[in-house]
């Protein structure tokens, strides 16, 4: 197993997450740490106060989930069907701003002496707060600031920020407060590292109108290309002086410093769809009547149902205990919820992977939703499947019928420009497919598979059956395709992939009925080779119990791991992938992670065979791999290994593990820690339709607890010493498997 040295950076605390000093150096990381959001608005955790002081330590970003632009790829050497354009996340205009004066001096963290500075957020509330206590080298005056900034839960258009400054050692001074709104910004530049953000230097969003309305002072911009256009605007809680100029607005007051203030802000992002700055005006008027308070109140009452439904506990460790809360928040503050988003890779917390939308959706966060809030499940299919006719087009890209889903996007388009690692890894709709029989199964809403469900899985279905051949002697193949793990590319059967087609076929045959037959053109032959592709679907076997992760995996050379250094990982930036491709090397879970998702096609034995032989040749470079390891090593009971992989993946973020959280949060090694408790130590697994737990309990630990829902109820599983407790919160009676024995709740 991969060596992780765990070094706590920020505090352990129970509800949220804390810094008690500034250090410009890593102020990045933590300005993706603090970052607030509600799936569709997210704010860094920016310095109000930003100057130009912070040179590069600082990415002021604000993102709106789905708003992007396009250019095309430009490829050395182009080909057919390579995909056309990058899609890249926008910064969009920046409301935090918020300049303070005492005696004609800017305060600021690298002027006069600080002696506090706190940042946090906090999972009960949602609140991010930052308390700074300034004394003037000049004058000796001390004032104490506090910024407290909200988006909303419950508005989707709408974040506050509130400002209070209170004098602490004099009644007598010239203050000014000057609050912005910038206009004119630009996404990241690319640092080389091709998981970063990309594509666009310069502006991007040129301003066609402005808004001065009521004490709202706004901006309508649109992007050069995909010509999305965004209202956004600011409103105070008390009118001062206001200045305009070229994508800017501010608005400045003058105090005496004789008492304390307080100013709120509240800030608005509309996108085009949604009629923009008629919406922003009304959204903006609503909540400044409304106040901080009132808005803050909202968000704990949404909180507290969510943390109802979703939250963990584990007794016997506080930093994990603090990590699962962690990465829970982050889920719901980056989980589109309007089925006209997904969730990205990074959520809403930074330029990383551009904004785009990946299969960790649907393998990684999708189960932490469906068990706990399925409602944003839902939404989440609804979203891919109005993707549905780009899908159907990509299809015809690659010459097959049906529908390939893009394997990064934004829009639906295929965005990613290296098709070995991208376009390749069609397993792609085999990912969405399971997520809609989990869904059907958890939930058990067969109208959403009937109306919009069964002609996902209708289409996928013919997109396999078209890119795969019936080989004699072999069976159903699936060749040229890369898996999960992107260190083996463009290869044949890959056993991930076809076990997962062979799943998704599977629950295709057994949703059939006639009136569907008609509905979507089905004839009888095209149904025998469903059942034909199903039934014998070639996996790479041996005559041991190891199975091939593809045909050709076992006959390479294996990685010279002893002769790699820490340094050189993640492998993908020391060298070039022709290198790489030729070993038994991996990135990240592939046949393992089938192990999970497919559990019951496997032995025992093989289970123990393939996760010794392929554990060891996997270096974790990806961020989604320590999860998977973590449920199968507590399935075998390597506990002590289940407990590592657990902890890696529950504090990659907190921790930093890879080193670049500065880009944004990692979404699905987040629900990785959800997965690796639920799955994990629980043991959970759907099995002909009812809920199979198979509890165990690390020995470092206490107790564990979680909720999940399932078809209606709502059900409580603590597992201490003493075993295992359900407890059926509401709904009606059911019988669950726990260790194969029938429980009824
Ligand atoms: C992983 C992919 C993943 C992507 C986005 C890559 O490093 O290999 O599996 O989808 O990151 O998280």
């Known amino acids: 197993m991969k060596k992780i040295n765990p070094s706590i950076i920020y505090p352990i605390e129970n509800w949220q997450v804390s810094e008690t000093a500034f250090d410009i150096t890593t102020n990045q990381r933590s300005e993706t740490i603090f970052t607030v959001g509600n799936g569709y608005i997210g704010i860094r955790g920016c310095l109000e106060e930003a100057g130009i002081e912070l040179e590069n330590h600082t990415l002021p970003g604000t993102y709106i989930n789905g708003f992007y632009e396009t250019a095309p790829i430009v490829y050395g ?10 899609q890249t996340i926008l910064n969009v205009p920046n409301a935090l701003p918020v300049t303070i004066t005492m005696d004609g001096e800017k305060i600021s963290l690298f002027a006069g002496k600080i002696t506090n500075h706190t940042r946090k957020i906090a999972f009960k509330n949602g609140l991010y707060e930052r308390h700074i206590t300034w004394t003037s080298a000049r004058t000796g005056k001390q004032i104490a600031i506090s910024f407290s900034r909200l988006v909303s839960f419950t508005r989707k258009h709408i974040a506050a920020l509130k400002v209070q400054v209170t004098p602490i050692n004099f009644t007598q001074a010239d203050i000014t407060i000057e609050s912005a709104l910038q206009g004119a910004v630009t996404n990241q530049e690319h640092d080389g590292d091709p998981r970063a953000g990309a594509a666009f230097s310069g502006q991007v969003l040129h301003t066609k109108q402005t808004i001065q309305e009521n004490g709202i002072l706004g901006l309508v911009q649109e992007t050069r290309t995909s010509k999305l256009e965004i209202a956004s605007g600011i409103k105070h809680s008390m009118p001062g002086e206001i200045t305009q100029k070229t994508d800017f607005w501010s608005e400045k007051w003058h105090f005496d410093g004789s008492e304390p203030i307080e100013i709120t802000k509240f800030i608005s992002y509309v996108t085009k769809t949604e009629n923009n700055s008629e919406t922003l005006c009304t959204e903006l008027t609503n909540a400044s009547s409304l106040g901080f308070d009132t808005l803050l109140q909202e968000q704990t009452a949404f909180l507290t149902d969510f943390w109802e439904s979703s939250d963990i506990q584990v007794a016997g460790d506080d930093a994990l205990q603090q990590a699962l809360r962690f990465n829970a928040f982050h889920l719901l503050q980056s989980v589109g919820r309007d089925g006209k988003t997904n969730i990205a890779a990074k959520g809403v917390t930074g330029e990383g992977y551009e904004g785009h939308y990946f299969w960790d959706t649907e393998i990684f966060i999708f189960p932490f939703f469906v068990f706990t809030n399925p409602e944003i499940a839902k939404k989440l299919l609804e979203h891919r499947y109005s993707l549905l006719p780009n899908a159907k087009k990509r299809a015809r890209d690659l010459a097959c019928s049906g529908a390939l889903f893009p394997w990064r996007t934004i829009n639906g388009e295929e965005a990613s420009a290296y098709y070995p690692a991208g376009t390749a890894q069609i397993h792609i709709n085999a990912d969405i497919m399971h997520a809609l029989k989990l ?27 078209d890119y795969g051949d019936f080989v004699e002697g072999r069976g159903f193949t699936i060749n040229g395709v890369t898996g999960p793990d992107e260190y083996t590319a463009l290869i044949n059967n890959n056993t991930y992939t076809n076990l997962m087609v062979k799943d998704q076929l599977e629950f295709l045959i057994a949703s059939l009925t006639e009136e569907i037959g008609t509905r979507f053109d089905i004839t009888d032959t095209e149904i025998k080779q469903w059942e034909q592709a199903a039934k014998n679907m070639y996996i790479h076997r041996t005559d041991s119990a190891l199975i091939g992760q593809d045909d050709s995996f076992l006959a390479k050379g294996k990685w010279p791991f002893e002769e790699t250094s820490e340094a050189q990982y993640p492998l993908l930036l020391h060298f070039h992938p022709m290198k790489i491709y030729q070993k038994q090397v991996l ?18 034995e093989e289970k123990l065979v393939n996760y010794d032989y392929y554990e060891p040749l996997t270096t974790h470079d990806s961020s989604l791999s320590p999860a998977t390891h973590a449920i199968i090593a507590a399935e075998l009971n390597r506990m002590e290994q289940a407990v590592s992989f657990f902890y890696y993946t529950a504090r990659t973020d907190l921790d930093d593990y890879h080193h670049n959280v500065k880009d944004g949060v990692h979404t699905a090694a987040m629900a990785g820690s959800w997965l690796a408790i639920v799955y994990g130590f629980a043991g959970l697994r759907i099995k002909n339709g009812s809920l199979h737990f198979q509890p165990k309990l690390p020995k470092e630990w206490a107790s564990y607890q979680f909720r999940i829902t399932f078809q209606g109820r709502l059900i409580e599983v603590t597992t201490n010493f003493k075993g295992t407790t359900y407890r059926l919160i509401h709904g009606e009676t059911i019988s669950i498997f726990s260790d194969n024995n029938s429980v009824q709740l």
């Open 77 to 86: 050497e182009a080909a057919y069907g390579y995909a056309e354009n990058h």
């Open 439 to 465: 869904y059907v199964e958890v939930t058990g809403d067969t109208q959403f598979l009937q109306e919009k469900g069964l002609e996902m899985l209708i289409e996928t279905s013919r997109f396999y059956m």
């Open 587 to 604: 990135k990240q879970a592939d046949l393992i992670l089938a192990m999970v998702l497919q559990s019951e096609r496997f032995t025992a």
